[in-house]
Structures are given as C-alpha cells and as structure tokens.
C-alpha cells in the first residue's frame, strides 16, 4: 500500500529524533570513556601502570646459603637442612582470612599459626611473603600445590634451615640461630633487607652471633610473572647470592664430647688450650643444652627444663650460661703463682727465703689462717706451692703490695678481656687501689692485698683466663686464646705471642713447683699424677671460698664442705700443662662448689689431659695403679658420640 506525502514526513521526523537522540547518546558514552581513559591514562597513569606491572612481574629476594662451621679436623658443627615451608602474599591473596579457613582445611594448622601469620602481615608490606606453616611434609605440600588455583597468594617454598649434628658438645661454643625479632632489629645498625624477610633466621649467641655478617652471605633476586591470582606463570630470571663464608674452628669436635662427657652432671668448665699458636682444643661447660630446640622455637616445657623453674634456685647449674668465659670466680691458689712471679720479678723475695707457717697470721687486728690449722712450719717458695702454704703468700703479698701483684696478673692475661667470637666475656678482676677507688669509693686496705695474695677477696677470673695464665706461665710468651682457624680457607692470625720479658729463672722454678704438686707425694695432686714417661704433668689445685668462715664456726670446727648446701661449698679449680719437659696443652679446670681442687678438678684435669694428648683414649698404663680399675670402669661408663670423620672444610 502507498503511504500519503503527509505520513511520509511525519515517519521521517521520527527517524531524525532517533538517530539525533541515539547519536547524542553515543557522543556522551564516548565522551564518558575518553575523560575516563585521559583519568586513568594521564592523572592516574602512574598509579595504575605500576599495579599492572606488580601483578604482572614480582622481584623476591632469594636468601643465600648460610655458611657451615667446622672442627679443626672438618667435622661438622653446623650445617644447613632443607624444608618445606608453606608461605602467603598479602597483595596476591586478596581476603586474607578466607584463603587462610580454605588452607587451613587442605593442611593440619593451628589457631596460633594462624594468629602469627595474620600478625606478621599487618607489619610487612603487601608483597612479602610471610610463613604460615614450616617444616611442611611433602604430602601437606602436595595439597597445597594441586589446590593452588584456590589458594592465591599461598606458595610452597623450599627453605634451609640450621643443624647443630654434634647437639649439646658445642652449644656454648657455636651457639645457635633464632628468627629475627623487633629487638633484634633495634639493637643492630645493619640495613640488609633479608633482616626484614619474615622468620629469616640469624645468629643469637656465640659463634653465630658474633661472625653473623661473615655467615649470612648476600642474598639473590628472583624475577617471575604472576597471574591475577598471585600464581607463578613463569620465572623471568634469577640472580644467584652469595653464600656465607665457612668457618673452621681450632676445636677439635671428638676432645670436645670428652670435656662434655667427662663433666657430667656437674656444674663446671674446662678449657684446653694448645700451647703452640694458642688454639683452643676445648672449650666446655656443663651442663648444657640442645641448641636445636631454638632453631625450630623452644617449647614452654624444654625453655621451663633448661631455666630449672621448679628447683631450688640456689642449686640452678645455668645451663644456658657458657661458664668458660662468662662464668667469674675467685681463682684461689691458683693464683698463687702470679703472687710468687711479682715478688721474685720485683726482688722483694728470694726463691730459698723462708717464712714460717703456725696456722695463721694477724695483720692490723684480723686474723687470717691457712688451709692447714697446725700450720706448714718454715716454708719457702718452692715448698709453699707445693703444699699450696696461704700464710707464705700473706707475707710476701704485703711486701710487693697489690699494685705489683696486679699488674703480673694482667701481664699474665687476668683482668682482661680476651677477643674470641663469643657472648658475653667477662673481663674478670685484677684488683688494684686504683681500681677500689673507682669501683668501691674506699681506699685500699692492706687485709684486701692479705685476700687477693691466694685469690680471694676482690681478685676474680674466668676458666678462660685461666687457661691463658697457665700458658704464658709454661712458655714465657704472652699466649693469646684462638678460636677461629680460617674463614672460606684464609688462616686468622696466630695467638703465640711473643716473649715477655719475664726472667726465665723465675719462670723455671715456678714450673718446677708446679711440676711437685702433681708428682711428689706431698703435693696436692699427687694421687691424679700422670705416671706414662714423658707426660707428666705440672699443675695447681685452688679451693676458693665462697662464703666467710666466722670466728664461730671456726671454734667449733669448720663443717666439712659435703655438709654444707650445695651452694655454700667451696669452688674447687685446677690449673695445669703437660708434658713438663716439652709442653704441648695448658688446662683449666672450675667446678662450681665442688669442694677441694685435688678431689674434685685435679681428676678431670688428668683425665682431659691424657685424652688431649693421646688424641683418644689412653692406655690404662698412664694412670697410678690405684687408680685404674676405677678409670677403667669409668671409660665403659662415659657417654661419649661417634664423632662422623671430618671433611675438608669447603664447599666441595
């Protein structure tokens, strides 16, 4: 049908407003999306251009190899595991908690590990990764890998972490490595962005702590491609770090569990100290500890067992505490020999002048006794050390006075602080009047030089000093303690030392003293002498006090030590080196109130020695006949490990 002019015009007016209308309507959409393309491009370009580039590729930082730690012989001290952690990205799980409840459905997790991870993430930056489970069997991995498009941002990591293979021997040697803490970051100025990685572990204590930065390495980049839910597509590229530098220690790991094992359940220290360039062959103290448990975070239970909560704590044995050079104690008479070098080094004493001992000696209205109540009778310096006389060195101490007797005792390594890579090193005290006035605010009195002349009062050293003491003593060089051999293979520099001056007529008598209190039947170590020709060893007992025995007391007999608490008993301490002709070891040995030095140090003292020198078991043959069925029975009886064979200490 043919439609009129007028129908024609209005239809086509029609059409106009549509296509008018329709045309305006594109114009505006058109123009919505350009101002929104020139917002997005031009005012917000560099915002959204960097989230597009951060979903699309993500560098990580790829923590380096720890550096492994070796005995002297290339036995392994501490050494790197492999595990599986289980990590999660804020910025690529997007709902936190949902992605959790969903992996916490896949794989056995805790309230708690929950708790921490959702803690660790509001401290970080959204692209860190932060653990939420470790240690993860390959199983639970396994899930996590399958379930992965539900997971975003959750990945299964290979990790490394610490071994300690020889456990207890060398905790208070090596120590041990912990997750960086707050405290941690507070307490060091170090700006390496591993220390932020979440559970990134560093060294605590020791060894670890002390050579961190030489151990720890420089880390590596990965760069890989994401998709929009956080998963890996591909790896882009990857920058190897720099593993930490291996360590080899002057310890040697089999003498080592001998010192452990040998100490037992007491509370005490021992260190050997080889005579030639100073190395430490031995350093331990008992009891001690898993240093495992705090790689992995210690339980309330074993932190409760180690901290002895529930005994007395007037028995606590400090297991935790590395005795050997933290531990401070009065030296007793073992420090007799410092008094004896002042005074024939100052010419105030000859070697055969004689002071008579009765038992006791009043100095300004205080009566001061020796250890023997009937007294010694007429004693000379070779005599007095060798029946260990206190009355002989009250005198002679009063007549070099403590300024003298001070400075031999730095001079022969007391009072000062020795640089080893471990925590918390005493600098004992090697008192002078200086020193009273500074510390105390009182003037010297001469009853303080009277108790400093046999190592009481004010005088205090650790196992360590010690030692030293006794090697600048044996070789006349001033011996300083080292306890790294190398680092990646580079020798550290000896600890020899060079010759102090000392006359060595002086020396050779003091030796030849010491050489009496373990060899000739009035000596106080004569029943645990070395008999094997050619080894035998010169030594000093020590029995400090630790209490003050009252006039009281005294008149109605002084109780017996094994009468006393155990923490009112005396320290008992031994000094010594061996071979007397040829020296090789100098040892020290504390036992925390063990009662008298010839009873409770002098035995392990010999039984160490023999150990060191034999570089083993020694053949019964080296001890006192009285004596061996006993030692016999006690080699069966002592716990020692099989020590693996040691490599060389690289990475090869």
């Known amino acids: 049908m043919k439609r009129g002019s007028k129908e024609t015009e209005t239809s086509a007016r029609r059409i106009s407003r549509r296509a008018l209308f329709l045309g305006a309507s594109q114009l505006a959409v058109v123009g919505v999306l350009g101002w929104r393309m020139r917002a997005l491009q031009v005012e917000q370009g560099d915002i959204y251009r960097s989230l597009a580039e951060r979903n699309r590729i993500d560098i990580e930082l790829l923590p380096p190899d720890r550096g492994l730690i070796y005995d002297v012989n290339g036995v392994i001290l501490a050494e790197n595991e492999q595990f599986y952690n289980i990590t999660i990205t804020r910025e690529d799980a997007g709902d936190v908690d949902a992605v959790l409840a ?50 975003p941002g959750v990945t299964a990591e290979l990790g490394l972490s610490r071994l300690y293979p020889q456990e207890t021997d060398m905790a208070h040697v090596v120590g041990y490595v912990g997750p960086v803490s707050d405290y941690d970051l507070s307490r060091i100025d170090d700006q390496d962005p591993l220390l932020r990685i979440p559970r990134f572990q560093i060294g605590k204590t020791m060894i670890e702590n002390k050579l961190e930065r030489v151990l720890r390495g420089k880390a590596g980049t990965l760069e890989v491609e994401k998709n929009a839910a956080g998963s890996v597509m591909r790896e882009l590229s990857r920058s190897e770090g720099e593993p930490g530098s291996d360590v080899q220690l002057t310890v040697d790991a089999r003498l080592q569990n001998y010192v452990q094992a040998r100490l037992g359940e007491e509370s005490a220290a021992a260190v050997v100290i080889d005579l030639e360039d100073g190395d430490i062959a031995a350093i331990g103290s008992a009891p001690s500890f898993d240093p495992n448990l705090f790689v992995r975070g210690i339980s309330q239970a074993d932190w409760d067992a180690l901290n002895e909560r529930d005994k007395d704590p007037r028995e606590h044995h400090r297991p935790l505490a590395a005795k050997t050079v933290q531990g401070a104690y009065p030296p007793g008479s073992t420090f007799k020999m ?11 004493v000859e070697p055969e002048e004689t002071v008579r001992c009765l038992g006791q000696m009043d100095v300004s209205d205080v009566r001061f006794h020796c250890w023997k109540r009937g007294g010694h009778g007429n004693m000379n310096l070779h005599e007095s050390l060798k029946q260990s006389c206190d009355v002989y060195y009250y005198d002679i101490g009063q007549r070099v006075g403590i ?115 373990s060899n000739h039947r009035r000596g106080t170590a004569y029943r645990t002498r070395i008999v094997a020709e050619g080894m035998q060893m010169a030594g000093k007992t020590g029995t400090s006090q630790v209490r003050r025995i009252t006039a009281e007391e005294r008149a109605q007999g002084v109780w017996r030590n094994e009468d006393l608490p155990w923490h009112r008993r005396d320290h008992a301490l031994y000094v010594g080196f061996a071979p007397y002709e040829n020296p090789k070891y100098a040892v020290a040995i504390v036992v925390e109130h063990g009662g008298g030095g010839s009873a409770a140090a002098a035995p392990i003292a010999r039984d160490i020695m023999l150990q060191a020198l034999h570089g083993g078991t020694p053949p019964l043959s080296a001890y006192p006949s009285a004596d061996r069925s006993r030692i016999e029975e006690q080699q069966r009886r002592l716990d020692l490990r099989d020590i693996r064979p040691g490599r060389t200490a690289d990475r090869a």
Do not use: C
């Open 102 to 151: 969903k992996l916490a459905r896949l794989i056995p997790i805790t309230e708690e590990q929950i708790a921490r991870a959702r803690e660790e993430l509001d401290k970080v930056r959204g692209d860190i990764r932060v653990t939420v489970a470790e240690r993860v069997p390959w199983d639970d991995v396994s899930r996590v890998v399958v379930n992965a498009p539900a997971l």
């Open 338 to 348: 410092v008094t004896a070098l002042a005074a024939l080094e100052d010419g105030v």
């Open 403 to 517: 300024d003298k007797i001070a400075a031999m005792a730095r001079r022969l390594g007391l009072g000062e602080r020795h640089d080893l890579p471990m925590s918390a090193i005493t600098t004992g005290i090697a008192p002078d009047k200086d020193w009273k006035r500074r510390e105390r605010g009182e003037d010297w009195r001469i009853g303080d030089t009277v108790n400093a002349s046999i190592g009481q009062g004010y005088v205090l050293a650790s196992p360590l000093q010690l030692a030293v003491m006794t090697a600048r003593i044996a070789t006349g060089r001033s011996v300083s303690p080292r306890l790294v051999l190398s680092i990646d293979g580079v020798e550290q520099p000896s600890g020899a030392g060079e010759d102090m001056g000392l006359n060595e007529n002086h020396l050779r008598r003091i030796r030849a003293s010491m050489f009496d209190v």
